[in-house]
């Protein structure tokens, strides 16, 4: 059974901080994802990495793709309470009938103003 | 364009009922994912459609949970017999590539 662990579970910082979530697994992923859920709603994708050691931006956010393609990390830069959500990392393997994302817990992220 | 949706968003029901869960994907999109999210996890994959064809339903928790797409578009994941450990968030999500699923806003399923 693959699995993927994040840490930390929760994390409440002031406006202007920096944060790094962290996505670990034993087993190697074709690719992994970031997906940010506010309350009530469907997670939404934030970014899509696929090539061991890859590392996208976007704007304030840095997300980094292990070299082994077992581990992702999203940094994220000057927080702002907008920034306050659930981020959940999944992993995906291609191939045959799969596809279905094997998601972490989570990291719930509190930025107060 | 319209996102995905999904119907109801809320429901209780009464330990024993059936209940049916109504997914619309966006428009063209072949593949159609349902998943179980419990209260503070992450959501759980349950069953996987690539048009009308169920490809995949090895998440499936019992015999009691359903789903179908007739038509290779909406879907409905039916639960019999509900119980109370089916209380969860059902989010149902599709996509026209392994590498992008967009969700839908989930069905908030309580058990009493």
């Known amino acids: 059974t693959q699995l993927l662990e994040q840490s930390p579970q929760f994390l409440s910082i002031q406006e202007g901080e920096n944060l790094t979530v962290y996505c670990n697994s034993s087993s190697v992923f074709s690719s992994l994802q970031w997906y940010r859920q506010e309350p009530g709603e469907g997670p939404v994708l934030l970014v899509t990495?696929?090539?061991?050691?890859e590392v996208k931006k976007l704007k304030r956010l840095t997300f980094q793709f292990g070299d082994a393609r077992k581990d992702s990390s999203l940094h994220i830069t000057a927080a702002q309470p907008g920034d306050t959500g659930l981020y959940l990392c999944?992993?995906?393997?291609?191939?045959?009938?799969?596809?279905?994302?094997?998601f972490g817990k989570g990291t719930k992220l509190s930025v107060k103003p | 364009g319209a996102g995905v949706s999904q119907s109801p968003r809320y429901k209780v029901a009464k330990r024993g009922q059936d209940v049916a869960l109504r997914c619309d994907p966006i428009?063209?999109?072949?593949?159609l994912f349902w998943y179980q999210q419990a209260l503070g996890q992450g959501p759980e994959f349950l069953t996987y459609?690539?048009?009308?064809?169920?490809?995949?339903k090895s998440g499936l928790p019992s015999d009691r949970f359903f789903a179908e797409r007739p038509e290779g578009s909406v879907s409905t994941l039916k639960i019999q017999r509900t119980q109370k450990e089916d209380s969860a968030v059902y989010l149902c999500?599709?996509?026209?590539?392994?590498?992008?699923?967009?969700f839908g806003p989930g069905t908030r399923l309580t058990v009493t």
């Open positions: 459609f690539q048009n009308e064809a169920q490809l995949d």
């Open positions: 999944a992993g995906q393997n291609y191939g045959g009938s799969q596809g279905n994302l094997i």
């Open positions: 999500a599709s996509s026209t590539s392994f590498h992008e699923q967009y």
């Open positions: 990495v696929v090539t061991g050691g």
């Open positions: 428009s063209g999109h072949v593949s």
